[in-house]
């Protein structure tokens, strides 16, 4: 059974830097992607760092330039760099891993606040 775990979520101030991890168990035969989304209250969730076998990753233009995802696939870890945090980047953040079937972790809270 495919278990994912986030770590290293807070709160920071803007303009502030955060890095999120997240450790992917349970797929033998490794995922297929792994990336992040987001989900802000009242919103469906959405992705901010999706990275598909070996491409390069993408990125919504509401994060581009500031956050950077990296994949292990060795570890099956995947992180997120967040870089010039803003108010609107306050929600709970979700790892994603894709097999045949995709999978969240149980989400970590993000907050930007002075």
């Known amino acids: 059974q495919v278990h994912l775990v986030e770590s290293g979520g807070g709160l920071v101030q803007p303009g502030g830097s955060l890095k999120l991890s997240c450790v992917a168990s349970g797929s033998p035969s490794g995922f297929k992607a792994m990336g992040w989304y987001r989900r802000t209250p009242g919103q469906e969730r959405e992705v901010i760092a999706s990275?598909?076998?070996?491409?390069?990753?993408y990125y919504p233009a509401s994060v581009k330039g500031r956050f950077t995802a990296a994949w292990d696939k060795e570890k099956n870890t995947v992180s997120l760099e967040m870089n010039d945090l803003r108010y609107d980047d306050t929600a709970v953040y979700y790892c994603?891993?894709?097999?045949?079937?995709?999978?969240w972790g149980p989400g970590i809270q993000v907050t930007v606040s002075s």
């Open positions: 994603w891993a894709a097999t045949l079937d995709d999978f």
């Open positions: 990275i598909v076998g070996g491409s390069t990753a």
